[in-house]
């Protein structure tokens, strides 16, 4: 006979302490919730490191290409014998293009661009953020206007009042100066001081400082993060930056590694014993400074991701 037809179970059932019968449900539902958190967790590793996986897959391949004596295009060639792991490429790239000149003009190019955006970049943003003047609204508008206008499209002006006008062709001037001052940097710098409590600065104002001595003792030292911000979030763009720094150097002493590299893979490539390798090689060069930038500066990169999409 089942329970439910059986008279005694059933009125000890209906007796039974109700205190007892929900401690029961309680631990039956915690323990069916943990068991779906646990599955829901391993579900979620098993997925992000096979997406990790093959994010990294073409670094790895991009490195082991780099140390193979010959190209192998096949699946095998992923997973390269002894036999076939040499440094020769680096070397042979090196002796034609010399990457770590290439290495310092590219950090030149990028130190000079992160310098000038976060000087200009604080002083526009107080300035927008904390100061009142007449044209406050228009300049800011037209700031917001800079931004949905492409790059390209002010490349040949550029280029003509730089190198004609200014006469800074083939010159770290030259490739630094239309990267001085970046809309976003000041966008970000604005969204932060306008956070910071204007009492602050009325204050010190009271006590007779000047704006120079606000924004360097008072307003720096509270808006850190957004330096840290700009400054992570800057270093990429100039540091891979190709077409601007190939318009303006003809010199091949002063241009970046980016540039060289290019140079190298469209003029001598071809006479190198391996030259898939040795793009490789130059390709992993490149790159190296931002890995370890990365990994050093991991979690500030994934804060200022999110709050450069959150802040305001």
Same mark, same amino acid.
């Given at each position: 006979m089942s329970n439910a037809q059986n008279p005694a179970v059933t009125a000890g059932l209906?007796?039974?302490?109700?205190?007892?019968? =929900?401690?029961?449900?309680?631990?039956? $539902?915690?323990? &069916?919730?943990?068991?779906?958190?646990? @599955?829901?967790n391993i579900l979620r590793y098993v997925v992000l490191s096979i997406g990790a996986l093959l994010f990294l897959f073409p670094f790895y391949y991009m490195v082991i290409g780099s140390l193979q004596t010959a190209p192998d295009p096949t699946i095998a060639g992923a997973f390269p014998n002894p036999g076939n792991v040499t440094g020769q490429n680096?070397?042979?790239?090196? =002796?034609?293009?010399?990457?770590?000149q $290439?290495?310092? &003009?590219?950090?030149?190019?990028?130190? @000079?661009?992160?310098?000038?955006?976060?000087v200009f970049g604080v002083l526009v943003g107080y300035a927008l953020a904390q100061l009142e003047w007449r044209g406050r609204g228009v300049t800011f508008a037209l700031m917001l206007l800079v931004q949905v206008i492409p790059f390209q499209l002010l490349m040949i002006p550029l280029y003509v009042m730089i190198a004609r006008d200014y006469g800074l062709a083939d010159s770290y001037a030259g490739m630094i100066l239309p990267f001085a001052i970046n809309s976003t940097a000041v966008l970000v710098f604005r969204q932060y001081f306008l956070q910071v409590p204007k009492a602050l600065f009325d204050a010190a104002r009271i006590d007779g400082a000047g704006e120079l001595k606000i924004l360097w003792s008072i307003a720096l030292p509270l808006v850190r993060p957004a330096l840290l911000t700009v400054v992570l979030l800057t270093f990429i763009g100039p540091w891979n930056e190709f077409l601007w720094p190939f318009l303006i150097t003809k010199e091949a002493a002063l241009q970046p590694l980016a540039v060289s590299l290019a140079n190298y893979l469209t003029n001598v490539a071809g006479t190198a014993a391996n030259p898939i390798g040795?793009?490789?090689?130059?390709?992993?060069?490149?790159?190296?400074?931002?890995?370890?930038?990365?990994?050093?500066?991991?979690?500030h990169f994934v804060s200022s991701d999110i709050g450069s999409g959150v802040k305001g």
């Open positions: 209906a007796h039974a302490d109700p205190a007892q019968t =929900s401690t029961v449900r309680t631990r039956t $539902g915690r323990r &069916n919730v943990e068991g779906m958190s646990r @599955g829901q680096y070397a042979d790239i090196n =002796s034609r293009i010399n990457l770590f $290439g290495l310092v &003009n590219s950090g030149i190019f990028a130190g @000079g661009v992160i310098l000038c955006t976060v040795a793009v490789l090689a130059g390709a992993c060069v490149l790159a190296a400074p931002m890995v370890i930038l990365f990994i050093i500066f991991q979690q």
